[in-house]
């Protein structure tokens, strides 16, 4: 089992930045791979960005390329999402996930969530 536990949610002006993290405690984190994803109200739940258990590979969404950065520190067994330029279509709770298979894109492939953290950015 792997608990994740997502804080750094708030509320911020558009063009702000924010700083995610999720923390990770039971099994061995550095195994796993771990990806960020957002869900909006009445709206699906989407990938946002992913990381290689050792964080050499990177992978994120269109829509969030060049402004997000997500990276990990598994020696705090923590993975950020650095979030800037922020739109108020990034508004959304954001999960952190984890996984043994890649750093895949889709939902299905992760095997242990977070409970979200709401992120929410103002016009």
């Known amino acids: 089992q792997v608990q994740l536990v997502e804080s750094g949610g708030g509320l911020v002006q558009a063009g702000g930045s924010l700083r995610l993290s999720c923390a990770a405690s039971?099994?061995?984190?550095?195994?796993?791979?771990s990806g960020w994803f957002r869900q909006a109200p009445g709206k699906e739940r989407e990938f946002v960005a992913a990381?290689?258990?050792?964080?050499?590979?990177?992978y994120y969404a269109d829509s969030v390329k060049g402004r997000f950065t997500i990276s990990r520190d598994n020696a705090k067994n923590t993975v950020y999402l650095q979030m800037n330029s922020l739109k108020p279509e990034d508004t959304a709770v954001y999960y952190c996930?984890?996984?043994?298979?890649?750093?895949?894109?889709?939902?299905?492939?992760?095997?242990?969530w977070g409970q979200g953290t709401q992120v929410t950015v103002s016009s």
């Open positions: 039971g099994r061995t984190f550095s195994n796993y791979a």
């Open positions: 990381i290689n258990w050792s964080g050499t590979n990177t």
């Open positions: 996930a984890a996984t043994l298979t890649g750093f895949p894109d889709a939902a299905y492939e992760y095997d242990y």
